[in-house]
């Protein structure tokens, strides 16, 4: 017998040489990982090597530098999935995977410059829709009532409009070039301007058709502005923030918007208090552009006195690191590129646009529709007493917010909290106007708080969860929550006001064509609200849809992985059954060529039906 012993010693010789030749080449040619890696994952033929060798040899995936444990299924290989499909798991796993940021130490600054940032921005944006009806008298006089509070709330759809640049240009400056805090004091400047400007800009009669050119102008820029500030007080904070206070100081970011809303509410109802109706349509409008001249200091020196983000420094400093290290200067993509360009985020980003349509819907519809429905178009009150109402609900609603985003932090999983809040709006809405036709102060109260309840429960929730969301790459994270949370304000809440109008003077046209039919009235009155009602249900569906990390916490995600995987059994089992029938139905079982019809094979039991042949499998 041939002694296998030097055999076996010299190829372990040989295999002890490979590695360490391998081991040194890797070591001297790890420079060129980083610039090769983008090229090989690039194409098709290399890219599953190269995934299942990273992964085989560490464990990790590498997802835009940002090094995260994944998971992939073992019958991804048979599943029939594409490579897309597997990337989007892959990434979706690395999601759940993410480090939890335990940077947070509850600073009360960072707090207080958003809280106070929000008020300034939201007051000077509210005062335009609380004055629409007198800007529009003011630059658009030449048309009707009508077509005048169109035109105004079309200059306040423009403002709308820009809130996703806006948040695509903060994103930018807040993730990846000058922090969150210069990111807010930079929204600051870009509003200030603007607003005190539209106080002064001179009427239609006096400039033409060029005052209401730069009055869109005005409205735009500040349009730009709101869509930083808002999620960069949302991000600032609740970074600085422990896991346990998250929805507390969330809601309290959210309220003080909301107080912007009080303040802009109050303000407008002193002004057509203290000025006769003549006056305040003719010059008194202005007032209350000019008291943000006023708020500007304070807001300057609290701001000034606020600490960066140390979850977003210690990322950029992270990644500033790894490229020294590398020793060769990159070109670093977008935030927005880094967003868009990963399958799994843009699914993230569709989704939490969806989640959020009620919650911004059923907000501008409440504080800035509602008092002018019950005044300038139902007639049921003055315009003084529909925004006093209005003001007593926007206390209520601020207080109520905050309770919601502490109940927030007791639930297991913060999007039950939403649901709860969506599933109430969606009933609320359309009964509030229902209430509206009693004619009644018990029944515009009411009908106010009932809405005003149910939106507290989800805007008291939604600003947490929205950064939790993005939270997994704190230099994408203020972008993410930027674009997704003024994309879906734009398109559910900046159209709301117009698209209610338009709605409201449909529902004349019934109520004039149909004036004794009660059901048809009363359906038409309450068009306005099951506008609302159909966001929520979009809202329900993609609630269900969208991944958090708390669904680790609560069970959610092995639910719908085993949901996943059955449903991927179903489809196999399905398309083995196909394809036996194909078989069965294109081979004869007699002949072994193409199948005939033969007289055994139909039975005219008088109908027609077919009979398949015994043994074939299908009887």
């Not at 640049?165 to 807010?184: C, S, T, Y």
């Not at 603007?194 to 002064?200: C, D, N």
């Not at 960069?232 to 100081?249: A, C, D, F, P």
């Not at 489809?571 to 005939?596: A, D, N, Q, V």
Request: aromatic share 10%; glycine share 8%; charged share 20%.
């Amino acid at each position: 017998m041939v002694d296998g012993g030097p055999i076996k010693k010299s190829l372990g010789d040989i295999a002890n040489r490979l590695t360490r030749l391998v081991m040194s080449r890797c070591q001297a040619n790890c420079q060129q990982l980083p610039r090769l890696w983008p090229s090989a994952i690039a194409s098709p033929m290399f890219r599953p090597t190269l995934s299942s060798l990273a992964m085989a040899t560490t464990g990790n995936a590498v997802l835009n530098g940002a090094t995260s444990p994944v998971v992939v299924d073992d019958d991804d290989s048979d599943s029939g999935l594409t490579h897309d499909e597997i990337l989007m798991q892959r990434e979706e796993d690395a999601f759940y995977r993410a480090p939890e940021n335990d940077a947070g130490d509850d600073d009360v600054w960072g707090l207080l410059s958003g809280v106070v940032g929000n008020i300034y921005e939201w007051y000077d944006f509210a005062v335009y829709g609380l004055l629409a009806s007198e800007i529009g008298a003011a630059f658009f006089p030449d048309s009707s009532k009508e077509l005048q509070l169109i035109n105004s709330f079309g200059v306040y759809l423009a403002a709308f409009l820009m809130r996703p640049i806006g948040a695509v240009l903060f994103g930018e400056l807040g993730d990846r070039l000058v922090g969150r805090k210069n990111a807010l004091v930079f929204s600051i400047v870009l509003i200030t301007v603007p607003s005190v400007l539209m106080g002064l800009l001179p009427s239609y009669e006096q400039w033409g058709v060029v005052a209401p050119i730069l009055l869109v102008l005005l409205r735009m820029i500040q349009g730009m502005s709101v869509g930083g500030q808002l999620a960069g007080s949302y991000v600032l904070s609740i970074e600085q923030s422990t896991q346990k206070n998250r929805g507390l100081r969330g809601s309290i970011c959210d309220a003080s918007s909301v107080s912007g809303f009080l303040l802009a509410s109050g303000i407008t109802t002193a002004v057509r208090s203290i000025f006769t109706e003549e006056q305040v349509d003719e010059w008194a409008w202005r007032v209350p552009f000019w008291v943000s001249l006023l708020l500007a200091p304070c807001l300057f020196f609290i701001v000034r006195h606020s600490k960066e983000s140390k979850f977003w420094e210690d990322r950029a400093d992270q990644k500033e690191t790894e490229q020294i290290i590398r020793e060769e200067e990159q070109v670093q993509n977008s935030a927005v590129r880094d967003l868009f360009s990963s399958p799994f985020r843009r699914r993230q980003l569709a989704y939490m646009i969806g989640v959020m349509s009620p919650y911004t819907g059923s907000f501008y519809i409440l504080f800035l529709w509602v008092p002018i429905y019950l005044s300038d178009l139902r007639g049921f009150m003055d315009e003084k007493t529909a925004c006093l109402i209005n003001f007593i609900i926007v206390g209520l609603f601020i207080i109520l917010e905050v309770i919601a985003g502490k109940i927030s932090d007791k639930c297991a999983h913060r999007i039950d909290s939403i649901r709860i809040g969506v599933a109430g709006i969606m009933m609320a809405c359309p009964v509030m106007f229902s209430l509206f036709e009693t004619e009644t102060m018990v029944g515009y109260v009411l009908g106010q708080f009932m809405l005003c309840f149910c939106s507290a429960l989800v805007c008291g929730a939604v600003g947490a969860w929205e950064v939790e969301l993005w939270m997994g790459d704190p230099t994408l994270s203020f972008t993410g929550v930027a674009i997704g949370h003024n994309t879906s304000a734009t398109l559910f809440g900046g159209t709301l006001p117009v698209i209610a109008t338009f709605l409201y003077y449909r529902s004349e046209e019934l109520v004039t064509n149909y004036p004794n039919n009660g059901a048809i009235v009363l359906f038409a009155r309450m068009l306005p609200g099951l506008y609302i009602s159909l966001l929520t249900c979009l809202s329900l569906y993609c609630s269900y849809a969208i991944c958090h990390p708390h669904d680790i916490r609560t069970g959610e995600r092995k639910i719908r992985e085993a949901y996943q995987k059955e449903q991927r059994r179903k489809r196999k089992r399905l398309m083995r059954t196909l394809s036996s029938m194909t078989e069965i139905f294109t081979t004869s079982p007699r002949s072994g060529g193409t199948m005939e019809m033969q007289e055994g094979d139909r039975q005219n039991d008088g109908t027609g039906s077919y009979s398949p042949p015994v043994g074939s499998g299908l009887t």
